[in-house]
């Protein structure tokens, strides 16, 4: 199986901060890397695939991009409704497997 | 607008097999990808595999000897199984959909269905 590796595992930041979660696969995906959304209670949602690409109703301040092993979600501007767990998946090679998650908390 | 439901009992005896149905709208079951994925309690997420609109399936190796997904075209409806449950297969179980093309990702998912494995 491919291993996804996040970091960080958690981080503080505060409302209008820019933050960055990297994800680091155990081999190259080329860019079959997918970043989604989780807030407490609810179901992932999809905020990247391909690696770059938004999917449709995601805000623009959410941008991904990286290939082969390692990628980056970058959020520009926090804003109060992201505070949220963040995770990637590689679907590359069955079995597709998601990295730890990261939890982004208010400062 | 797409949704997915999933269906089924809340707790399942050791030993016995879980079942969960999810119930789509908004989109032919016959044109996807669908698929299982589950999220134990505080912990991340785990793929459990998915059927093809052909029928093929494909699961995770770690569960792949007691799982089966099945699919109801008439009801548009697809189905997971787990067999000779334990206390660890207790998690939130979702179902999503998925595409041909996997770099597309799991674009829609059931809001997600806690199952129990206790006595």
């Known amino acids: 199986d491919i291993q996804m590796t996040q970091s960080p595992s958690s981080l503080s930041a505060s409302v209008g901060d820019r933050v960055t979660i990297t994800c680091r696969a155990s081999q190259s995906i080329s860019i079959y890397l997918n970043w989604y959304q989780q807030k407490p209670g609810k179901a992932p949602k999809l905020l990247i695939y391909a690696a770059s690409s938004l999917q449709s109703g995601v805000p623009s301040r959410f941008s991904g991009s990286g290939s082969g092993t390692d990628f980056t979600l970058t959020i520009t501007s926090l804003q109060p409704e992201d505070f949220a767990a963040y995770y990637c998946?590689?679907?590359?090679?069955?079995?597709?497997?998601f990295g730890q998650g990261t939890k982004v908390e208010i400062k | 607008q797409v949704q997915l439901q999933e269906s089924g009992p809340g707790l399942v005896k050791p030993s016995e097999t879980l079942s969960l149905t999810c119930t789509v709208s908004?989109?032919?079951?016959?044109?996807?990808?669908w698929s299982w994925s589950r999220q134990l309690p505080g912990k991340g997420l785990e793929w459990i595999g998915y059927?093809?609109?052909?029928?093929?399936?494909n699961y995770n190796p770690s569960l792949k000897s007691r799982v089966t997904i099945s699919v109801d075209t008439s009801k548009n409806q697809f189905s997971l199984k787990v067999s000779s449950v334990t206390a660890a297969d207790t998690a939130v179980y979702y179902c999503a959909r998925e595409h041909y093309d996997s770099r597309l990702g799991l674009d829609y998912w059931g809001q997600g269905t806690l199952v129990t494995v206790s006595s």
């Open positions: 998946q590689q679907n590359y090679n069955t079995p597709w497997t």
């Open positions: 059927i093809s609109n052909s029928g093929r399936s």
């Open positions: 908004g989109a032919s079951i016959s044109n996807y990808y």
